[in-house]
């Protein structure tokens, strides 16, 4: 079993940047951030693969989030020029069997999940 936890997170106007971490408890081969908005389904917003370091990131986000491996089991999201649209919780997720590319951003791939971190973006 693997526990994530993640910090970072909070308010902020829009054009602004945040920063999320993710800590995992222990190995794992993909790390990456959903969010979920009120009202709203759970949808991938960016994945990196810990042995090759390739990365996905969702259309909405590209070029705006980055995420990185920060040590051998925590992972950040570095979001910039964030959008009210953006707001949302945002959860770590975290697999050792990870999907290909084509669904890494699908939510029902993944197992383990953090408690989730509120992302508030104020126009």
């Known amino acids: 079993q693997v526990q994530l936890v993640e910090s970072g997170g909070g308010s902020v106007q829009a054009g602004g940047s945040l920063r999320l971490s993710c800590a995992a408890s222990g190995y794992t081969y993909c790390m990456g951030w959903f969010r979920q908005a009120p009202g709203k389904g759970r949808e991938g917003v960016a994945l990196?693969?810990?042995?090759?370091?390739?990365t996905v990131y969702s259309d909405s986000v590209k070029g705006r989030f980055t995420i990185s491996r920060e040590t051998t089991n925590t992972v950040s999201l570095e979001m910039n020029s964030l959008k009210p649209e953006d707001t949302a919780m945002y959860y770590c997720?975290?697999?050792?069997?990870?999907?290909?590319?084509?669904?890494?951003?699908?939510?029902?791939?993944?197992?383990?999940w953090g408690q989730g971190t509120q992302v508030t973006v104020s126009s």
């Open positions: 990196l693969y810990i042995g090759g370091g390739t």
């Open positions: 997720a975290a697999e050792r069997n990870c999907p290909a590319r084509v669904s890494a951003l699908l939510p029902h791939m993944y197992n383990y």
